[in-house]
């Protein structure tokens, strides 16, 4: 079933190693903003589903930090895409947010409007590091904040945290998953801290190469952090993703199994039916409905996609499908030799990732690629 | 006055960079033979690869108009190349002229190919002009450095023009000289044919052409001629000059440069230094001096992209039309596949072939270690001659190996003397003797071993020398050494593209210096990579690649997929320029590392 995600590109502060598209100090556009979205999606039906209201299954508030944006704003936008589509009983809705800017009020406010999952950016709960990557709330305002969300009654909380932290050992790292995981966490989303181009963070990182771990530590955190995942209830379904069962990221999900997806705002992505298209990323262009991106994939990149994607999550690689596009991927010689050394498994007609191998996949994943 | 009496054939011969191809082009100029807005930067330099590098590769002969006292003058000059790789063919078109100019620097001074140059016009019977160049330079000492000429090269050089060939400056009595100082040839019109080819070409259209100075008698289109060194017999489709582009003319006599074509198919079959007479009147005597070219340097060269080899071969075809001393033999290798083991003259000669494969033909391409020509003697009394290290036998076979060596002469200011001794001795040379020039100026002779040379000789001298010191040398024989192969194993699996051949004493730190640079060029891989330098089964340096740990792309954040996977289709490319031995993978860049051993071998 289709998903729908929205871009809500507004900030209070940019977090250092943040690359995404977001803005500070620009509330007053938020307004503006809001209309043309609500156009864009009051006008998605005719642009690409001739008219008909499709059916959707999950809605994704992204950012940027959603959680800053004005609540009735939050309940137009919801109100204009289940006007516009048909929203399944069975969904899920989330919104990302940052502990600083909910309160029991808001949160009382996304129940209300059905928002039935979190996505909070808890990072870490160490205070000093906190400081170091520029986030605006301590440790126990996290805490709090899930605590708050359980209490108004949300069951599907999932919380970012960064890997490789300048004062993270293995041992405070699974400590801090605990302390989560004991307050009713279903869901975490951890990733490895990079060092992307233009960040404040690299700036810094340059001047000082410990101002993060370095990837020796990092992967050893990492490692640990996936071996005590495994020894719990929570299941790792894809590289970065562990969830108790039911709690996957449904959404999330439809990026990595090549289901259709559509996004609305400034640098939103949307997949469907075989085309990727890109929304521009700026607001002039995006008001102006300018320089939208539309890429028609061929048959040889839905095979490197189905690759990608497949080995980076528990969905596995269909054989037959891309047998169907022309690829035996049971044919490339290194194919062969990564199932001899079980780096693959190869289970009915699909071929899975080997866990332990997930750190290295995009390695895996090239060698396989036609 | 008679038509020969009015020629002059001359050359330039010069240091590198002291200003020759500048020189021609002010002749070429002042004479009125191209008129200024025709003049590309270096007109002598036709390829873009010389202009690139300074240098002049290609000799292509000019033929100028000059009047001195009311006389038409013909000035032919033939430029040569100036760089040791191609004595041979300095010496041919030396040998095609009655005199030289000799350029030397007004603030460099004689130098290693200066006098080189100088010996070789001499060894030729030249007369020699020495011009003084580059005055207009605030360092400028034309008159120390006319001494220099004088005690060094021992010409007399009081009355050299001093010039500034870049603003144009006394160009004139260069002229003048050229016409009062150089003989006009001598030779015979009406007597058989004898001319000598110093130059050739391909051309599309005529064939190979020959460029040749005619020393007696008369060649005209219809003539059947024959080359005496190969035999073989060619109908002149074509006789002309070049002004300095081809101009056909009726026929060439005695004294005169031009070039013939004749349908020849092959560049090979026209060797310079080779002399052409009639074929139904032929002369008894060839011309002296001609030698047969050989290739002293050798390397593999292979594509990085192995469906790439039929273009590569393509491209060694089309080199091979315009170069006859470029050799080349296709090469199986098992971490590199298919290529070609390549002969050149010399380094720069290698280093332009394998630059023109990748700029005129667009190809990537992986080149192995330059090696030299050994002489293998094995205990069953057989001789081997080989150039690719893997080819070596065990050492249990061989009785002992021999290694070309060099007569090498440096020249350099006295501070340096300490500096390049240690050099040389690094490198194995035997210390001959050492000449005080001046009081600035030292030559140090020194016999090393030509495989030492191709490493990186040239970058350490100049590196150690701050660019001040310059070298020369001749081949000077086989000599026994103790030499041994090194080999790689990569995971236990021996890479026969990086074995290398050194001097038993140097073969524990070249293999420690390897396996080190290894260990920072390949990749970490899945799996834990011993990088073992062995001779024979002994192994003499080991390093170990750990296995890789992280390799993720970043997370699939709001659907973006298109981004990850363009980054995958561009690693995926790389992959491209990889190699594998057994399950480990190279980049290429590993095989040419080991040219760059030495900077860090001290």
């Known amino acids: 079933m289709l998903g729908v995600y929205v871009h809500l590109p507004f900030c209070e502060r940019k977090c250092n190693y943040c690359a995404f598209i977001s803005f500070t100090n620009i509330q007053e556009q938020e307004e503006n903003y809001v209309n043309h979205l609500l156009e864009e999606i009051e006008q998605s039906k005719n642009k690409y589903?001739?008219?008909?209201?499709?059916?959707?299954?999950?809605?994704?508030l992204g950012g940027g930090t959603p959680s800053i944006v004005k609540l009735e704003n939050i309940e137009k936008i919801l109100d204009a895409i289940k006007n516009n589509f048909y929203l399944s009983e069975n969904n899920e809705i989330t919104i990302e947010c940052n502990p600083n800017s909910l309160d029991i009020n808001k949160l009382k406010f996304y129940k209300k409007v059905g928002i039935n999952r979190l996505s909070i950016g808890v990072q870490t709960l160490d205070d000093k590091d906190l400081k170091i990557i520029n986030r605006l709330h301590t440790s126990e305002q996290a805490i709090d904040v899930v605590r708050q969300a359980r209490e108004v009654g949300f069951e599907n909380i999932s919380v970012d945290l960064l890997i490789g932290l300048k004062n993270q050992t293995k041992e405070n790292f699974i400590k801090q998953i605990e302390v989560l995981k004991n307050l009713g966490v279903k869901h975490f989303s951890c990733y490895m801290i990079q060092v992307e181009n233009g960040t404040k963070l690299e700036q810094l990182y340059n001047l000082d190469k410990n101002i993060i771990l370095n990837e020796d530590e990092s992967v050893d955190i990492y490692e640990k952090t996936a071996d005590f995942f495994n020894k719990s209830e929570f299941l790792r379904y894809e590289i970065s993703n562990f969830a108790v069962k039911g709690f996957e990221s449904k959404h999330n999900y439809k990026y990595w199994t090549g289901e259709n997806y559509i996004g609305f705002g400034m640098a939103a992505h949307s997949y469907i039916n075989g085309i990727r298209y890109a929304n521009p990323k700026n607001f002039s262009q995006y008001y102006l409905g300018e320089n939208i991106s539309k890429e028609v994939l061929t048959k040889k990149q839905i095979i490197e996609e189905h690759i990608m994607l497949g080995f980076r999550c528990n969905n596995g690689v269909n054989i037959p499908?891309?047998?169907?596009?022309?690829?035996?991927?049971?044919?490339?010689?290194?194919?062969?030799?990564?199932k001899e050394k079980n780096i693959i498994i190869e289970k009915n007609d699909k071929v899975y990732l080997n866990p332990n191998y997930y750190g290295v996949n995009n390695f895996i994943i090239v060698k396989l690629l036609p | 006055m008679e038509?020969?009496?009015?020629?002059?054939?001359?050359?330039?011969?010069?240091?590198?960079?002291?200003?020759?191809?500048?020189?021609?082009?002010?002749?070429?100029?002042?004479?009125?033979?191209?008129?200024?807005?025709?003049?590309?930067?270096?007109?002598l330099d036709n390829m873009e690869l010389e202009r690139e590098k300074g240098i002049t590769i290609k000799l292509t002969p000019t033929r100028m108009i000059y009047n001195y006292e009311g006389e038409e003058y013909e000035l032919n000059l033939i430029d040569t190349p100036g760089h040791v790789d191609f004595t041979y063919e300095?010496?041919?078109?030396?040998?095609?002229?009655?005199?030289?100019?000799?350029?030397?620097?007004?603030?460099?001074?004689?130098?290693?190919?200066?006098?080189?140059?100088?010996?070789?016009?001499?060894?030729?019977?030249l007369e020699i002009l020495p011009v003084i160049n580059k005055i207009d330079l605030p360092s400028a000492r034309p008159d120390e450095v006319k001494k220099e000429i004088e005690d060094v090269v021992g010409i007399p050089a009081m009355h050299a023009p001093c010039i500034s060939a870049k603003d144009g400056t006394n160009i004139d009595q260069v002229l003048e000289m050229i016409v009062k100082e150089f003989p006009a040839p001598k030779g015979n019109e009406?007597?058989?044919?004898?001319?000598?080819?110093?130059?050739?070409?391909?051309?599309?259209?005529?064939?190979?052409?020959?460029?040749?100075?005619?020393?007696?008698?008369?060649?005209?289109?219809g003539d059947k001629i024959k080359m005496m060194q190969t035999g073989k017999v060619y109908d002149v489709t074509e006789v002309g000059i070049f002004v300095p582009n081809e101009k056909i003319v009726d026929n060439l006599k005695a004294g005169d440069v031009g070039y013939i074509a004749g349908s020849i198919k092959n560049i090979s079959d026209v060797e310079v230094g080779d002399t052409i007479t009639l074929a139904n009147d032929p002369i008894e005597k060839p011309l002296p001096g001609y030698k047969k070219v050989q290739p002293v340097v050798f390397c593999g060269v292979?594509?990085?992209?192995?469906?790439?080899?039929?273009?590569?071969?393509?491209?060694?075809?089309?080199?091979?039309?315009?170069?006859?001393?470029?050799?080349?033999?296709?090469?199986?290798?098992?971490?590199?596949?298919?290529?070609?083991?390549?002969?050149?003259?010399?380094?720069?000669?290698?280093?332009?072939?394998?630059?023109?494969?990748?700029?005129?033909?667009?190809?990537?391409?992986?080149?192995?270690?330059?090696?030299?020509?050994?002489?293998?003697?094995?205990?069953?009394?057989?001789?081997?001659?080989?150039?690719?290290?893997?080819?070596?036998?065990?050492p249990v076979e061989i009785e002992h190996i021999e290694e070309p060596v060099v007569k090498a002469s440096i020249f350099t200011p006295p501070e340096y003397v300490g500096a390049i001794m240690e050099l040389c001795q690094d490198k194995r040379g035997v210390y001959k003797d050492l000449i005080y020039i001046d009081t600035n100026r030292v030559k140090l002779n020194y016999i090393l071993p030509l495989g030492e040379i191709v490493f990186d000789f040239f970058d350490s001298l100049k590196s150690r020398t701050k660019g001040y010191a310059s070298f020369d040398y001749e081949l000077a024989g086989y000599q026994k050494s103790d030499l041994v192969k090194v080999d790689i194993l990569l995971n236990g699996e021996k890479c026969d593209a990086l074995s290398i051949i050194v001097h038993k004493d140097k073969a524990y730190s070249r293999g420690r210096v390897l396996t080190e640079k290894l260990k920072k060029i390949i990749p970490r891989q899945l799996f834990e990579v011993p990088i073992q330098a062995a001779i024979g089964t002994k192994v003499i340096a080991r390093e170990t690649i750990s296995a890789m740990r992280k390799d993720v792309l970043a997370k699939c954040y709001g659907g973006d997929i298109t981004r990850k996977r363009k980054l995958l289709e561009k690693q995926k490319e790389g992959k491209k320029r990889m190699r594998k031995i057994g399950s480990v993978e190279i980049p290429s860049e590993a095989f040419m590392s080991i040219l760059k051993l030495d900077d860090e071998d001290k």
């Open chain 1, 49 to 60: 589903f001739e008219g008909k209201k499709e059916k959707i299954d999950t809605i994704y």
């Open chain 2, 190 to 221: 009406d007597a058989r044919l004898k001319c000598l080819i110093f130059d050739s070409y391909y051309d599309n259209f005529k064939g190979a052409i020959c460029l040749i100075r005619v020393f007696d008698g008369c060649v005209k289109v």
């Open chain 2, 302 to 394: 292979f594509p990085v992209d192995g469906a790439k080899y039929n273009e590569l071969k393509d491209a060694l075809e089309k080199l091979k039309l315009n170069d006859a001393s470029l050799d080349y033999m296709p090469e199986v290798s098992q971490a590199l596949g298919f290529g070609f083991r390549c002969g050149f003259l010399g380094l720069l000669h290698l280093e332009i072939i394998t630059e023109r494969i990748e700029r005129e033909f667009n190809l990537d391409i992986i080149t192995t270690a330059p090696s030299v020509f050994y002489h293998v003697y094995k205990t069953n009394g057989e001789l081997l001659e080989i150039s690719n290290p893997s080819a070596l036998p065990s």
């Open chain 2, 90 to 125: 300095v010496s041919r078109s030396l040998a095609a002229c009655e005199g030289a100019i000799l350029i030397v620097d007004a603030s460099q001074g004689v130098e290693a190919q200066t006098l080189a140059n100088a010996y070789l016009a001499i060894d030729n019977n």
């Open chain 1, 321 to 338: 499908f891309l047998n169907s596009l022309g690829y035996d991927i049971t044919q490339n010689s290194d194919y062969k030799f990564m």
């Open chain 2, 3 to 43: 038509r020969i009496k009015k020629i002059r054939n001359f050359c330039i011969v010069a240091h590198i960079d002291h200003g020759k191809s500048t020189l021609a082009d002010r002749l070429i100029e002042k004479t009125g033979t191209l008129a200024k807005r025709d003049m590309q930067a270096q007109i």
